[in-house]
T-cell receptor, first 114, second 117 residues
Framework: AQSVTQLDSQVPVFEEAPVELRCNYS??????LFWYVQYPNQGLQLLLK??????LVKGINGFEAEFNKSQTSFHLRKPSVHISDTAEYFC????????????FGSGTQLTVLP | DAGVIQSPRHEVTEMGQEVTLRCKPI?????LFWYRQTMMRGLELLIY????????DSGMPEDRFSAKMPNASFSTLKIQPSEPRDSAVYFC???????????????FGSGTRLTVV
């Protein structure tokens, strides 16, 4: 079975600074990878996804992620964060064609400081 | 489209009472998922349906939990009797059948925050 590890539970960063949220996965077969964002008291919103093709994936709100198969990583980046990016971010993985096995990481709380 | 709609947004109930959470999926989506989010266990899949039929309920924690989907536009998750350890945020999500890539496009609702006192 696959698993997801988000290496940082909390990431504080100053406004307009760059940020990287780290995600590593383990799987013996091909996977699909996702980043979701959860704003306070709201549901999960898809930021971006990797299914195949280019390893650099661009998402909403200026975020991007890079799939690195050799390092089994899918780190999320943004070159300049805003106060409004304060939220919890979840990395998730599933197998192609699997409805059951969308596995989430434990989440990273990003706090953008003024 | 209004998205996945869950009700109520917040529920506070006393231990031992029955609780019913409701979900309306996106029209045309034929998969529906119930997730639970807690600080200790993160996001867990409880059960999912395909075309209103329960496919996998292995994540349902106990017999106190039950879920139904009487039609394509409505699902319920019921806890009877409720216990304080059931306090969590319960999310519903829906998706359409996968495309050729095998990708299920999940859309999540805003969740129901359940507090059992």
């Amino acid at each position: 079975a696959q698993s997801v590890t988000q290496l940082d539970s909390q990431v504080p960063v100053f406004e307009e600074a760059p940020v990287e949220l780290r995600c590593n996965y383990s799987s013996s077969v091909s996977v699909y990878l996702f980043w979701y964002v959860q704003y306070p008291n709201q549901g999960l919103q898809l930021l971006l996804k990797y299914l195949s093709g280019s390893t650099l994936v661009k998402g909403i709100n200026g975020f991007e992620a890079e799939f690195n198969k050799s390092q089994t990583s899918f780190h999320l980046r943004k070159p300049s964060v805003h106060i409004s990016d304060t939220a919890e971010y979840f990395c998730a993985v599933t197998y192609p064609g699997s409805a059951r096995q969308l596995t989430f990481g434990s989440g990273t709380q990003l706090t953008v400081l003024p | 489209d209004a998205g996945v709609i869950q009700s109520p947004r917040h529920e506070v109930t006393e231990m031992g009472q029955e609780v019913t959470l409701r979900c309306k999926p996106i029209s045309g989506h034929d998969y529906l998922f119930w997730y639970r989010q807690t600080m200790m266990r993160g996001l867990e899949l409880l059960i999912y349906f395909n075309n209103n039929v329960p496919i996998d309920d292995s994540g349902m924690p106990e017999d106190r939990f039950s879920a139904k989907m009487p039609n394509a536009s409505f699902s319920t998750l019921k806890i009877q009797p409720s216990e304080p350890r059931d306090s969590a945020v319960y999310f519903c999500a829906s998706s359409s059948s996968p495309s050729g890539t095998g990708y299920y496009g999940y859309t999540f609702g805003s969740g129901t925050r359940l507090t059992v006192v």
